[in-house]
Every structure is written in C-alpha cells, then in structure tokens.
C-alpha cells in the first residue's frame, strides 16, 4: 500500500555533496514522519536524520551542521542534502516514512542507495 524509491545516491569525493531524494506513492496511507538512515559496512543501520509533517527535524550528532532533511508534504518526498561529505559517510542510505493505512501506523523502507566518498 506504501513503495518508497530513493534516488541520488552515488561517487563523491571528500567535502563534496550529494541530494538524496525519496518518494513515497500508494494509496490509502497518511505520513507523519520521513527520514534518512544509513548502514556502514560492518556497522549496525543507524538513524540519520528525521523530519516530520508538522516540521520538525532531528539529526545525528556526527551529520548536524553538515546535513539538512526536508519535505515536501504534497508530494510526499523527503529530500537528504548532504554536504561536506566525509569518509565515513559511506554507507546504504535507507528512507523511512512512518504513515497510517486504515488507521494501523507502520513503518515502510526503500531499497536504499548507496553513498560512497572517495578521494
């Protein structure tokens, strides 16, 4: 009832930037909440940023000040800058959207997209 399909992912070299895109479509859900996690190579999937319908947004320690999330509710597309990307960025990143289908909240995940920095 809920697909989510991230886009933007790629090849960025140290202190460059990349804008993840995700887009969520179906039928019959409302979303409340969207965000951003990432999984490292050999590191547990961890929460990067997350934005909800009223606005507001909470981020990881090791990407504030560097990272911004933001939506748009219309369209139902959250939206990852990412800038000053460093080493240890690498990872799968996952969008999430928390949204209600016929009152029951569930949580959908995307396939994800794979973030590398490289020099």
């Known amino acids: 009832q809920a697909q989510l399909v991230e886009s933007g992912g790629g090849l960025v070299q140290p202190g460059g930037s990349l804008r993840l895109s995700c887009t969520a479509s179906?039928?019959?859900?409302?979303?409340?909440?969207m965000g951003w996690h990432r999984q490292a190579p050999g590191k547990q999937r961890e929460l990067v940023a997350i934005?909800?319908?009223?606005?507001?947004?909470n981020y990881a320690d090791s990407v504030k000040g560097r990272f911004t999330i933001s939506m748009d509710n219309a369209k139902n597309m959250v939206y990852l800058q990412m800038n000053s990307l460093k080493f240890e960025d690498t990872a799968v990143y996952y969008c999430?959207?928390?949204?209600?289908?016929?009152?029951?909240?569930?949580?959908?995940w995307g396939q994800g997209t794979q973030v590398t920095v490289s020099s």
């Open positions: 934005i909800t319908s009223a606005g507001s947004t």
């Open positions: 179906g039928s019959s859900f409302t979303i409340y909440s």
């Open positions: 999430y959207a928390g949204a209600t289908i016929k009152g029951t909240y569930s949580v959908f």
